[in-house]
């Protein structure tokens, strides 16, 4: 299979995750936003991947494509800080807390 249809199918996949994750987080919430925001760049590079694996010439529109879709990352970047700013990721990063405690007592264990 070609890279760019590999691209193309490896961007839809993280879309579909994203969605998934959107419709997981609570409404108006930072990380909904930042989801859907992830979600809309990574559909637009899946887009672009795939008009390049069709052989479509994409050198009118690849400039502001690829600007919108850096603007939809940055985007999704801000609400993901805002969203742990705001501490509405507290309960994920006490889970990850949690892991981390249970690996350094299971290496400590070992050790």
């Known amino acids: 299979m070609e890279a760019s249809?590999?691209?193309?199918?490896?961007a839809l996949l993280v879309t579909v995750l994203l969605?998934?994750?959107?419709?997981?987080?609570?409404?108006?919430?930072n990380n909904r936003n930042s989801?859907?925001?992830?979600?809309?760049?990574f559909g637009l590079v899946a887009l672009l991947n795939g008009l390049n694996f069709a052989q479509v010439d994409t050198s009118s529109f690849y400039?502001?494509?690829?600007?919108?879709?850096?603007?939809?990352?940055a985007g999704s970047m801000w609400?993901?800080?805002m969203?742990?700013?705001?501490?509405?990721m507290q309960s994920q990063m006490?889970?990850?807390?949690?892991?981390?405690?249970k690996e350094q007592e299971?290496?400590?264990?070992?050790?």
Request: glycine share 12%.
């Open 63 to 73: 400039g502001p494509l690829t600007v919108g879709i850096a603007l939809l990352f």
């Open 94 to 101: 006490q889970r990850m807390r949690n892991v981390i405690a």
């Open 83 to 88: 969203a742990y700013r705001s501490g509405e």
């Open 79 to 81: 609400s993901l800080f």
């Open 106 to 111: 299971r290496r400590e264990k070992r050790q």
């Open 19 to 29: 969605v998934g994750q959107a419709f997981r987080a609570p409404a108006g919430s």
């Open 5 to 10: 249809a590999l691209r193309a199918l490896a």
């Open 35 to 41: 989801c859907w925001f992830g979600a809309a760049g």
